[in-house]
């Protein structure tokens, strides 16, 4: 069973940028596949990206594609989403979440998950 915690979260104005940080113990970061989601006050959790067990792959969902990058370092067992171009839409609480299936954008397929960290856009 892996542990999740999530850190890098914090204010920001438009256009700017910030990268969080999910840190795994229990078990390897490379055994999951890696997802993260956000969630805005009043609104239903949604997909933001998510990275393949053997690293071949990497989704992020429409309307953070080409802003944000997620990345994962095995030797730190730690995952990546380096955040560019945020904007107020941007702003949630930013889960982390593993799965040990490969369907990425389907929240109730991932079964550990962090306490979350909050981003906050705005000027």
């Known amino acids: 069973q892996v542990q999740l915690a999530e850190s890098g979260g914090g204010l920001v104005q438009p256009g700017g940028s910030l990268r969080l940080s999910c840190a795994a113990s229990?078990?390897?970061?490379?055994?999951?596949?890696m997802g993260w989601f956000r969630q805005a006050p009043g609104k239903e959790r949604e997909f933001v990206s998510a990275?393949?067990?053997?690293?071949?792959?990497?989704v992020y969902a429409d309307s953070v594609k080409g802003r944000f990058t997620m990345s994962r370092d095995d030797a730190k067992n730690t995952a990546w989403l380096q955040m560019n171009s945020l904007k107020p839409e941007d702003t949630a609480v930013y889960f982390c979440?593993?799965?040990?299936?490969?369907?990425?954008?389907?929240?109730?397929?991932?079964?550990?998950w962090g306490q979350g960290t909050r981003v906050t856009v705005s000027s």
């Open positions: 229990g078990r390897s970061v490379n055994m999951y596949t």
């Open positions: 979440a593993a799965s040990t299936l490969w369907t990425p954008k389907i929240v109730s397929q991932y079964n550990y």
């Open positions: 990275f393949s067990r053997t690293g071949g792959a990497t």
